[in-house]
């Protein structure tokens, strides 16, 4: 009997103990005077967000509540606090002026147990200055015209793909487009990443495709997520890993061969692993090494491919829903082809205006990453205020938002690619636009990611007309599970052949 007592009173001391934790940490905001929405013990302001809504409409709506009222408000997800950022200069100052206090994304990694999670994209300032500085060469413009033939060469095989099944009939009632794109992203990142073919548009099911999805998903739920990355140091001393044991191996097993395999037989490619081979081989005093590269390669393949496909989807279902543009687009693909004598160069795809409008305004209604973390490594005082971003504060810019605005974006919803002509651009602050972040920390795939998507539309194209079907959602519905933006239920087109010509 004395036994249980004390049980129940040890289990309701650990209780309270554990409210009293939550309850001190849950009036951050108030404390300091900092609007923000009441927070629910352990779940913050994540209630109202659990399965049934993704994560950027949450702050969406955020956004629109306070803007106006104050240029960041605070926000509980779970265990982390943040501070969102609602001002278009305070954003600036954060991503560019200031970033000598903000340079990290506050974002986890553990090099030891999940040497794949320790990437560019997570990595501290030293750590991610130094892998930036190295792997820098690999994404200039020369480097993508180099790129530019083996991409070329996938999406002619998409086209072939879209081909058979128009012939066959299977295109009338319309085709899930997200996943077939993202089929093509992945056999064009796999082979500039590692150098193989996937062959993921002739095998849906093929491994690659398989492993690189998995890398997405959630190893822990939220809660645990948010343990892992409020307490980063201890996370690590208990061994907690992101991905799943099998991704880690298999993308380590890959690289391995891959890389033995061209040693020793002195194979050279140019592209993303012949460099990270280079860095590994080098004179210099810190070469990479194997886990290294399979963190490069990694995140280069699994951000790429689910960034590009994304929208590039998007892109056609857009065009799809707005002949207009459609047609106005091709008739500049074909325009600038004529020029260069039916040749698809990396020089006529530079010439190519109009699409570039497209893909801007697709990215802005689609923002695939639709908010961007830093952390503060020391405390900054916010200009003309006495308020104070702590040292270990997580900072969101809430990407999505601002793309939405429509004191920023007029009527949001409408899909109008003149919204980037080089006379509304100048209207804008140059923080109002940003798919890739800003600053020191912006992405390094910028180039590579818009060749991916370029390529792809003028090889659909030309040979193409999108239309869409019975089972085409408009508006689309969002899935809420994923951490980029996607479709919750597909996006179904059909394609009507025209007199395009597959380029060789």
């Given amino acids: 009997m004395e036994f249980l007592l004390v049980l129940i009173y040890s289990i309701a001391f650990i209780l309270l103990g554990i409210y009293l934790l939550l309850r001190k940490r849950y009036s951050y905001f108030a404390e300091r005077g900092i609007l923000h929405d009441k927070p629910d013990l352990i779940f913050g302001n994540f209630r109202k967000m659990r399965l049934s809504k993704p994560i950027f409409l949450v702050f969406r709506e955020y956004y629109n509540k306070y803007k106006g009222k104050a240029k960041y408000v605070g926000f509980y997800l779970f265990l982390r606090s943040f501070i969102v950022i609602l001002d278009l200069e305070l954003i600036k100052n954060v991503l560019i002026k200031d970033f000598e206090y903000f340079p990290n994304r506050g974002t986890y990694y553990n090099e030891k147990d999940d040497p794949i999670s320790a990437s560019i994209m997570h990595l501290d300032y030293e750590k991610w200055r130094n892998m930036r500085v190295k792997l820098t060469p690999t994404f200039t413009s020369g480097k993508m015209k180099f790129m530019f033939p083996t991409v070329v060469d996938v999406a002619t095989q998409l086209v072939e793909v879209m081909r058979d099944a128009h012939e066959s009939g299977s295109f009338e009632m319309g085709i899930e487009f997200a996943d077939l794109i993202a089929r093509y992203a992945v056999d064009v990142i796999g082979s500039i990443a590692f150098g193989l073919n996937c062959n993921s548009l002739t095998n849906p099911e093929a491994e690659f495709k398989v492993m690189g999805i998995k890398g997405f998903r959630y190893r822990h739920n939220w809660f645990v997520h948010s343990f892992i990355v409020s307490y980063p140091d201890l996370a690590r001393k208990l061994g907690m890993k992101f991905h799943f044991d099998d991704v880690g191996e298999f993308f380590l097993r890959i690289v391995r061969e891959t890389v033995t395999y061209r040693e020793k037989t002195g194979t050279q490619r140019k592209d993303f692993l012949n460099l990270l081979i280079d860095l590994k081989n080098s004179d210099t005093a810190d070469p990479i090494t194997m886990e290294q590269i399979t963190a490069q390669a990694y995140v280069f393949f699994t951000a790429g491919f689910e960034t590009s496909s994304c929208t590039m989807s998007f892109c056609l279902y857009e065009l799809g829903l707005n002949q207009m543009v459609q047609n106005k687009l091709r008739e500049e693909i074909m325009e600038v082809l004529a020029r260069y004598e039916g040749k698809f160069t990396y020089e006529a795809m530079n010439e190519m205006k109009y699409m570039e409008k497209v893909l801007n305004e697709t ?142």
């Fill in 363 to 504: 990215m802005r209604k689609y923002s695939i990453v639709a908010f961007t973390l830093r952390r503060a490594i020391k405390d900054y005082v916010i200009p003309n205020t006495n308020h104070v971003i702590e040292k270990g504060m997580d900072v969101v810019i809430p990407i999505d938002a601002l793309h939405h605005d429509p004191e920023l974006f007029p009527n949001p919803e409408e899909f109008n690619p003149e919204r980037f002509s080089p006379s509304e651009v100048e209207k804008r602050n140059s923080m109002s636009y940003i798919p890739f972040g800003d600053g020191p920390h912006t992405c390094i795939g910028i180039r590579f990611s818009r060749l991916v998507i370029m390529i792809g539309l003028v090889m659909v194209l030309q040979n193409y007309r999108i239309l869409p079907t019975k089972k085409t959602e408009n508006p689309l519905q969002y899935n809420p599970k994923k951490y980029f933006m996607g479709s919750k239920n597909g996006i179904y087109l059909k394609t009507e052949k025209i007199c395009g010509i597959v380029n060789e």
